[in-house]
């Protein structure tokens, strides 16, 4: 009986210890042109901090641990860059998007 309370104990708190990794990617490109846009920064959605910026040819990455390994896998991240239109968007875990921003034309 000692035996198995302490197998279960041992597996409880390896499963709760654990973390979960989450990881997405994707590309930031102009909605007209189609050509990538740099220099875009990524906050989460419940964060306020910067968590990353496009590199020269649009690209991202994140990858973060979560705190349980069955936990919550979407990601809410909020796209801008100056003189484009900001967009939010959702990532399940292990996702790539094409993301599209629009430019803001100046009315004259």
């Known amino acids: ?3 198995k ?6 597996l409880f708190f ?6 979960g990794f ?3 990617e994707g590309v930031v490109v102009d909605s007209e042109t189609k050509q990538p846009i740099s220099n875009v920064e ?32 979407e990601m809410t991240v909020v796209f801008s860059r100056e003189n484009y239109t900001s967009d939010t968007i959702t990532f399940i875990n292990n996702e790539s998007k094409l993301i599209k921003l629009e430019k803001i034309v100046e009315k004259q």
């Open 1 to 3: 009986m000692y035996f």
């Open 5 to 10: 309370f302490l197998i279960l104990s041992a």
């Open 14 to 19: 390896l499963l709760v210890s654990c973390d």
């Open 22 to 24: 989450q990881e997405i």
């Open 42 to 73: 990524l906050v989460q959605i419940n964060g306020e901090k910067i968590i990353n910026k496009t590199d020269d040819n649009g690209y991202f990455n994140i990858g973060q641990i979560k705190g349980f390994a069955f936990g919550d896998k």
